[in-house]
C-alpha cells in the first residue's frame, strides 16, 4: 500500500529514468513526500525519506563537481530517498560527477525529461501517498472489526493469537506475566519469545521492537488498570527488510488484555467452584452434586471410579489442571466425564477406572507431580477411596516416587477367588510367555502396574522405553490378544497377581 521509489519510477506517465539504483533496497523504500529545491543545502528543511527534485541551477558553472557533491553530502546527512534532476537548458544531462557521489552515498538518482514538469512528478508522491494512505485505513479499520469479532468468539484469546499471526503474515504468541506461554500460532516460537521478553515479563514495559536481520519481533504489554501488565503479545515477521505493524499488535493486545481479564476471572470463580463440589463429592455427597457437577465437569464418572491425590507447585498443579481441560470440552459430550478440583493444597481427581490410563500419561507429561491413587470400587465408597489415595500419595511422598497406588493388604478380588483355580487358568493364560522368556511376564506385570504407561514402567524395569515397547508388541503377539482392552488387560493383571502370590 505504501509508494515505494520503485514504483514512482516506474510511473507510465512521468517517463524518469535511473541514473544510479543506489544502495540495495533503496528502490524499494517508502517514500511519502517529495521536496523540490535549488539550494546546495537543504538539509535544514528534509526530515529523512523524501524525493528531492531540482532543476539542477546550482549545479551548473565552474564550481560544478563541488556543489554536486555538497548537495549530495546535504542529502546523505538529511537522510534523502533519492534525488530527480530536471533535464533541459539549465542541465542538458545529468552531470558524471553528481552520478559518482550519488553512487558513493547510496543515495537513488534518476533524471526527468523535459517533457516532464517537477510540478508532475510532486502531483504523482502526493496522489499516491493519499491512495496508500486511504488504503492503510480501510485495511486497519477491517482488521479492527477482524480482531473485535475474535475477542467475541468463545475462545478469544486463541482466535486473536491467531488473527494477529495471519494479518501480519508471520507468527503471534501470548504470554502471562510471568513469561509463561498461554498461546501460539505455531509450535517453534519461545526461543523468539524469551529473547523478546528478557526481564519483561515481570514488570511493565514499553513496546519492544528487535531485528536481526532475519526475523523482525515485536513484543507489547497487555495494559492493566494496575499498571503492571497482565501478560505480553509477542509477534514476529521473517524476511531481511521485515517490519512489524505495530498499530495491528497494539490492538490486538488491548484486545487480549480483555480477555484475558474476563477469562482470568471467570476460570478463579470455576476454579472455586470446582474445589467446592469436590469437596463435597469427597465427602460421599455425590448423589447430592449431580446436577452441579454436569455444570463444572459435563457430569460425574461412571463407576467402578478410583481417587488420586496430587500435589506439587501452584505452577505445576495449573498445569496438571491444564492437561486435564480437553476433558471438561469433551465432558459436555462423553458419558464418562473426569471430575476434578483443588481441595486444600491438592488436586483431587475422580475418573473411571477405564480412564485412568490416559489420565496417568496425562499427569505425567507435566511432571513434578506426588500422586497417589486408590483401586478401583464403587460410588459408595468414594470415602474410602479418598482415604486409600492419601495414603497411597504419603508413601510416594516418603519413598521420594511420583505415583503409587494403594498398598496390596486386603485380599480385594484376587483374595476372593479360588487360589487354585485362579493359579490354574493363570498359568494356562500365560503359558505362551513362560515358554519363551523367563522375563516375558515380570516386564507385562510392570507395565499393567503403570497403566500401560511406557515411561514409568521402563524406569522401575531399568530399560529403554523404546525397549519395552517393542516387548510388550512381542507379547502381545505372543498371547494373541489385544492390550488396549481394558478387559484384557484387568484377565492379564489378575493372571500376573497370582502367578505373584
Known sequence: MTLTLRALLEHSDLHLRVVVEGSPGRLDSPIAVSHTTDLVDP??????????????????????????????????????????????????????????AAKSAGIALFEVPDATPLLAVSHAVASESRWAARERLRTEHRQQRQLIAGAATTAPTRALVDLTAEMLGGWAALTDENGRLLQSSRPGTEQFVRKALGSRAIR????????????????????????????????????????????????????????VSRTARADQLMGRLRGTVMRRLLDDHATADGATAKDVWGGLPNAPILVAKVSGSTDDLMRAQDALDPWLTEGTQSPDPIAFGEVGEALWIVMSALRAPAVWQQLESVGGLIVGASRPGGWDEIGLARAAAGTAWRLASDAGSTFTEEGERSPGLVGSLDADALLTLAREQLTPLLERHGDDVAVLRAWLRRHGQYDPAAKDLG??????????????????????SPTVRAELWLACAALEE
Open 463 to 484: 530399560i529403554h522405553r523404546h525397549t519395552l515397547r517393542r516387548r510388550i508388541d512381542e507379547i502381545a503377539d505372543a498371547l494373541g490378544m489385544d492390550l488396549d
Open 204 to 259: 511493565m514495559g514499553e513496546p519492544d521492537a528487535q531485528s536481526d536481520g532475519e526475523n523482525a519481533v515485536l513484543c507489547y504489554p497487555l495494559p492493566s488498570p494496575t499498571g503492571r501488565p497482565l501478560g505480553h503479545l509477542t509477534a514476529g515477521v521473517e524476511g531481511p527488510a521485515a517490519s512489524v505493524d505495530p498499530a495491528l499488535v497494539s490492538t490486538a493486545s488491548t484486545l487480549l488484555a480483555l480477555a
Open 43 to 100: 538539509s535544514p528543511y528534509l526530515e529523512g525519506g523524501e524525493v528531492v527534485l531540482t532543476t539542477g541551477s546550482a549545479l551548473a558553472g565552474p564550481q560544478a563537481e563541488e556543489r554536486c557533491r555538497e548537495l549530495v553530502d546535504a542529502l546523505d546527512r538529511a537522510g534523502a530517498s533519492a534525488l530527480g534532476v530536471a533535464i533541459g537548458e539549465t542541465l542538458p544531462a545529468v552531470p558524471s560527477a553528481l552520478a559518482d
